[in-house]
């Protein structure tokens, strides 16, 4: 009862007294009845997007952009967005990547450097034979 009287308090405070209704008795929040929260839906990244989901008949679009944005950004981080090139990713069928081409040819430090930072994208396996994506760097596809 006291909880009940608590909310009816913040709730008439919080209102301004010319837009106050009478409270109705069986209109309360009654904290008893409340269940346990349903904990959140786990982001997409962590399990739409796991290389051990199911094959699926295609690349998945959405995955393909989140890990590829990833390494963009952990590139910029560590190779330096000092250069602009085209980075070409040809990922097999397991969802790894099966190589990576850099147009125009940069730096041997910083293609080295390109090449193992988006070597490590990976996607739920697909049952196509391969797929290929073309990546501005440093920015957007």
């Known amino acids: 009862m006291a909880a009940r009287l608590l909310v009816l308090a913040s709730i008439a405070l919080s209102c301004r007294q010319e837009d106050a209704a009478p409270i109705r008795a069986d209109r309360v929040f009654d904290s008893s009845r409340v269940e346990e929260p349903i904990a959140p839906a786990p982001a997409p990244s962590s399990t739409r997007c796991s290389a ?74 697909f049952a196509a034979s391969s797929a290929w994506v073309r990546w501005r760097y440093p920015g957007k596809p």
């Not at 199911?54 to 190779?79: E, F, G």
């Not at 990713?89 to 430090?109: H, Q, R």
């Open 52 to 125: 051990t989901g199911p094959t699926t008949p295609d690349i998945d679009k959405m995955c393909l952009k989140a890990t590829i944005s990833s390494a963009d950004a952990v590139a910029q981080a560590s190779c330096g967005a000092t250069v602009t090139t085209k980075v070409t990713l040809t990922f097999a069928p397991a969802g790894t990547v099966a190589a990576v081409a850099l147009d125009p040819p940069v730096a041997p430090a910083v293609a080295s450097c390109l090449r193992a930072t988006f070597e490590k994208c990976r996607v739920p396996p």
